[in-house]
């Protein structure tokens, strides 16, 4: 291990933590799920009581942040990062891709592991291949499976409508030709609101998905406190949440929940409100509006998220790999892990 490369893990947020993590938000690579105030607002409002929040010094000074916890599911111990239900990516914050060579990180990961205990799995999911631009070492490090991908589009602001870049010229020339038959026929209008002054939409765009994805008998997390974390992280950083709207004939056809941070632009919650439009992928044509808002003000990525939907490919020029983690401690740990290992594999 570097000579002074020390820890400290912290099980409250106490006053040094939040200090330290805010100067490594000025200073290092993360993602939007990785802000303080992100990690925050997850463990007020899902009662997370178990945190082990890592930060890394060297010569006293933060240089990482590894947001962990441990949940308990039926007896069992799970290490794993704080909000991984509620995150696109799980990953650190890191100040730069040069901190460890591989045997500095596997010490002091296993000094970590050493010293948190109290675990029976190590279940690390979500976790991008890349930190922005910066290599995660929990990826070049430790051995991984291949979990999912991201698609992303990379915005050339010198394009005027981005549907000029796509390669697949038969899905840009169709999308074009229905989005004209639409507005053809049809009073068509794209708002883009700040959700701190439209608030009500978050309760209606998410409880809409909970019925959309019931319907299709789909699984999902959205209940009152997904809602609530929504509308509390809305009050804290107004600035960064957004609803993007499709409206035909003054009615609304279709929204979405995005958040904007660091040139970046989260599409994270889709839903179709009215079924009346579907013949003219309503989805589609907003995804098509929210691409080129993007462009125009500036920011440098359309973010899909996880997830390998054949639409994202279509309107994505890049991608990163997602993988997932999973290791044990004890006997007990061990039996679990052969367990979950078999799920996963037949997942």
Not at 17 to 32: A, Q, S
Not at 276 to 299: A, D, M
Request: aromatic letters at 16%.
């Amino acid at each position: 291990m570097k000579k002074n490369l020390t820890f400290t893990i912290f099980n409250q947020l106490e006053n040094k933590l939040i200090k330290d993590w805010k100067n490594l938000e000025n200073e290092g690579v993360f993602y939007f799920f990785q802000k303080y105030i992100f990690i925050k607002t997850i463990i007020e409002i899902f009662n997370i009581n178990k945190i082990k929040i890592v930060v890394l010094y060297d010569n006293n000074k933060p240089i990482a942040i590894f947001p962990l916890e441990i949940r308990t599911y039926n007896r069992i111990k799970i290490l794993q990062w704080i909000g991984t239900s509620q995150s696109d990516y799980c990953c650190p914050i890191i100040t730069n891709q040069n901190l460890f060579s591989e045997k500095d990180f596997k010490l002091i990961w296993n000094d970590i592991l050493n010293e948190i205990k109290d675990y029976d799995i190590i279940f690390l999911n979500k976790q991008p291949e890349y930190i922005e631009k910066t290599l995660n070492p929990f990826i070049q490090f430790i051995q991984n499976s291949y979990y999912s991908k991201v698609y992303q589009a990379k915005l050339n602001t010198e394009a005027e409508d981005y549907l000029s870049l796509i390669e697949n010229k038969k899905f840009s020339s169709e999308l074009r030709r229905t989005k004209r038959k639409l507005l053809e026929k049809n009073k068509v209008v794209f708002k883009l609101f700040s959700l701190e002054k439209e608030k009500d939409l978050i309760g209606k765009i998410l409880t809409k998905k909970n019925s959309s994805l019931e319907k299709k008998k789909i699984s999902n997390s959205i209940d009152k406190n997904l809602i609530n974390f929504y509308n509390k992280l809305c009050g804290l950083c107004p600035e960064k949440l957004v609803a993007g709207l499709l409206q035909v004939n003054d009615k609304t056809i279709a929204g979405s929940i995005g958040i904007v941070e660091n040139k970046r632009f989260y599409y994270l919650i889709p839903v179709i409100f009215n079924e009346e439009f579907n013949f003219y992928s309503p989805g589609k044509i907003l995804i098509h509006y929210l691409i080129n808002w993007t462009k125009e003000n500036n920011l440098k990525v359309f973010d899909f998220g996880i997830g390998e939907e054949n639409y994202k490919k279509y309107w994505s020029n890049y991608s990163i790999k997602i993988f997932r983690y999973l290791g044990y401690k004890g006997i007990k740990g061990f039996f679990i892990y052969l367990i979950l290992k078999i799920y996963l594999k037949l997942k």
